[in-house]
Structures are given as C-alpha cells and as structure tokens.
C-alpha cells in the first residue's frame, strides 16, 4: 500500500508560473523525499529534508514539511516547459537499518510554452 | 558518471513464460532495490539487498519471484509462469548506505 498522497493529481499551468504539489503521508518518518520522472524514464531524486527540518531550498525548489500535520510541499518557481514531468513523494522508514522509501501515486505536471 | 543500468529497456511475453531482468548498480553502491510501477502509480517496494544479502522482500513478491545479487554486484529478477497482472514497469534502484537511491529507467514488461 502506498502511504503518500500528493494532491493534486495533475497540474497544468504555463511557462514561468510557479508549481505546488502537496503530500500526505500516515506514520512517522526518518525523511521525506521528492523525485521527478519524465514519461518512460526512471526516478530522478530532487531533494531530501529530514524530519526535523521544515524549509528546505535547491535552485528553484523549496520543499516544506509540517510533521504535525503530516504533510509536504514542493514549490517550483518559475517553470520551464522541461519541468514537464510526474512528481513523487517518498516517506522514508528507516526500516530495518535501511531506507525503505512509500512513494505517493505523483503528480503529473505540464507546463506549456 | 555511469548510473544506474537496467536491461531489457522492454520484454513482451506470452502468459506462463519466465522472463529475467538486469540490474546493474552504480559500481561503489552496496544497496540495491527492486521496485514495481503500475500505470499512473508511484513505485512500490519489492525487495533489498545490502551486497549479497536480500534482506527484505515485500508480500509484493509472491514465490513466482526470485531476485538474486551474486558477489554483490550486479541482480537478477526473475518472474515464473508470467500472469497479466505482472504487466508493470521494474525499476532497479541503488545507494550507498544511507544517500538517496539512484534509479535506473526500468524494464516494462508486456504480459499478452
């Protein structure tokens, strides 16, 4: 079963606007982690933020979490149509010593010229 | 950088035949994972493998499923007696300890 949820499913919007996709999860995390896969590609790791964080920023993106809430969100300033693309949640256990990543069923982003 | 490499890119198979994909991880990555994605659905968890070792396999993988790390190198998946709902892309994922996972562009594999 997968324990993120990203709202909203799909996301069109044009060039140079900016993007938000939002995630739940259900039970503790070690760290939420946001991936991009573009159509027939695999994942591609965007960023990581720890459980005890609650802003983080990489270039154009900014993920916050609120783990009172149990929720995420990433922020895509100023598209590009190449940020045309599936975006996933990943809640990471740390089951067992290991990284065992629950992905949400994504979001799928178009950005138009 | 080479990253993470998968083959075949794609196998289409009748129903009841075995097929076996490869994994080939990043060389200094110990961790290796297998994933299945089913249309419109993020990746769900198969199985793990810290070298050698599989170390954890979801109730995902039913005893049609075998995987295997030899020298803690390159994996194999292998499915059994193929069934329609097999039909998914396996993507291959590796790391080094804890640093995010790496994936490679998956095996989509057609079930006809």
């Known amino acids: 079963s997968q324990q993120g949820e990203e709202d909203p499913q799909a996301l069109s919007i044009q060039e140079g606007e900016n993007a938000t996709m939002n995630c739940s999860y259900k039970?503790?995390?070690?760290?939420l982690q946001w991936y991009r896969q573009n159509s027939g590609r695999g994942l591609v790791h965007l960023i990581l933020?720890?459980?005890?964080?609650r802003e983080k920023h990489s270039g154009r993106l900014r993920v916050t979490l609120d783990t009172s809430k149990k929720s995420s969100s990433l922020l895509i300033t100023a598209s590009r149509a190449a940020d045309t693309a599936s975006y996933f949640c990943?809640?990471?256990?740390?089951?067992?010593?290991?990284?065992?990543?629950?992905f949400g069923a994504g979001t799928r982003l178009a950005v138009h010229p | 950088d080479t990253g993470v490499s998968q083959d075949p890119r794609h196998k289409i198979t009748k129903r009841g035949q075995n097929v076996t994909f490869r994994c080939d991880p990043i060389?200094?990555?110990?961790?290796l994972y297998w994933y299945r994605q089913t249309l419109g659905q993020g990746p769900e968890f198969l199985t793990y493998?810290?070298?050698?070792?599989?170390?954890?396999k979801s109730r995902l993988l039913s005893d049609r499923f075998s995987a295997e790390r030899p020298k803690g190198s390159f994996s194999t998946l292998e499915i059994q007696r193929t069934e329609q709902g097999d039909s998914a892309m396996y993507l291959c994922?590796?790391?080094?300890?804890?640093?995010?996972?790496?994936f490679g562009d998956g095996t989509r594999l057609s079930i006809l």
């Open positions: 990943a809640t990471d256990l740390l089951s067992g010593g290991y990284n065992k990543l629950i």
């Open positions: 493998f810290q070298n050698e070792a599989q170390l954890e």
């Open positions: 060389s200094e990555h110990n961790r």
């Open positions: 933020i720890r459980s005890n964080e």
């Open positions: 994922a590796s790391s080094f300890l804890m640093e995010p996972q790496h």
């Open positions: 039970t503790s995390i070690n760290n």
